[in-house]
């Protein structure tokens, strides 16, 4: 056989972070943050009826009009200035090899979402973590001097935050944005779940990308299907460095339901965001264990037990939560998407129980590696 030329792939693409893997085989996943709230009956027959009828046999239309339209009212902005792809990493990826490239510098918030570093390596540029402040809360004044220092084409930064859930207020935000030379991508896969979002400031500043996703509070992480809202020039820009068709009709057909439907959807919104401060008290009652105030579906926590070894326990009860303890600044930490009431119970329980026995040296030599990066 003709040995494989793995010589001529970039060698910065042989450093990225290998792909996210495959998941244990458990019955609670609170590990990626999706939703896990049952959707209701007439959701699903809508969006099994549009796809059954959905016409596979010519491209979809180059222009998208339909969808790019709905998601310009969803957000109440100029359909022009929406540009949509394979899911809000597809996005990230976009915006990287748009907007950065050799010999450019782009700036995110460490720890963060590990997908700005990988998108800002694919693109050649030079990845640059800012790192947050004390107890991982953004640092303004750290980010603003690199920006001033930096002079970044890019900014990736989460509102609220993943892995922490902070929210930002707009003023910072606004800030961030005076400062940049170039853009500020303002990640709010979040946002349906937060006090507020930042839709205003598109008015504002021509600088501002919003990247929004159906993964989390539409739930639909299984259809793939992300945007950008920015100023029209910019999307226009964005969509050179797309493929023409890059949603399948399947998934536009799906979209255009639960944007039709979007009340049912942001009912469970609500919900999650009830049971989120329902969970957030229960974990905080653990001993031991401390909670960081979240605006998102997910809790950040730490406990005094190596992450792992938990992790690994609670894989045993069922449950898999997200470690992120590779990363030198979240030590100790996991993070817990909010499942149902039943789902947070047994996580809960398992919880108490695995906290309740010492780890031995044995046990954390037996845990496998760091968890995977995609978060
Ligand atoms: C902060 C953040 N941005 C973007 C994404 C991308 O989501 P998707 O590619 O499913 O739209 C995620 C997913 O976990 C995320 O946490």
Known sequence: MKPVPLDVVRPEVMELAPDVGSRPDVPIHLDWNE???????????????????????????????????????????????????????????LSGLALTGPGRAAIYPSPGFSMYPWAIRLAGAEPRPVPLGENLAYDLDALESRIVADRPSLIFLTNPHNPTGELLPLDAVRRLADAAPGFLLLDEAYHEFAAWNARELLDEFGNILLLRTFSKAMAMAGARLGYLLARPEA??????????????????????????????????????????????????????????????????FRTPMHSPVLRRRLIGHGVSLRDFSA????????????????????FLSGLRDSLSTPVDEAEIAAVAGPDSPIG
């Open 327 to 346: 990363h030198p600044r979240l030590a100790g930490t996991l993070r817990v998407t909010v499942g149902t009431r039943e789902e947070n119970l047994v």
């Open 235 to 300: 999307a226009h820009a964005m969509r050179r460095a797309q493929p023409p068709f890059p949603v399948g009709v399947y998934t536009c057909r799906a979209a255009a339901v639960a944007m039709r439907r979007r009340e049912l959807l942001m009912d469970l919104t609500r919900r999650i965001t009830a049971e989120r401060s329902w969970l957030a008290d229960r974990l905080r009652s653990v001993e031991a264990v401390e909670v960081w105030p979240s605006q998102t579906n997910f809790l950040l």
């Open 35 to 93: 939703s896990r709230w049952p959707l209701p009956d007439d959701l699903i027959a809508g969006m099994a009826e549009a796809t059954a009828t959905a016409d596979s046999r010519p491209y979809p239309d180059g222009g998208y009009p339909a969808v790019r339209e709905a998601i310009g009212a969803l957000a109440d902005w100029d359909p022009e200035g929406v540009v949509f792809g394979n899911g809000g990493d597809d996005m990230l990826q």
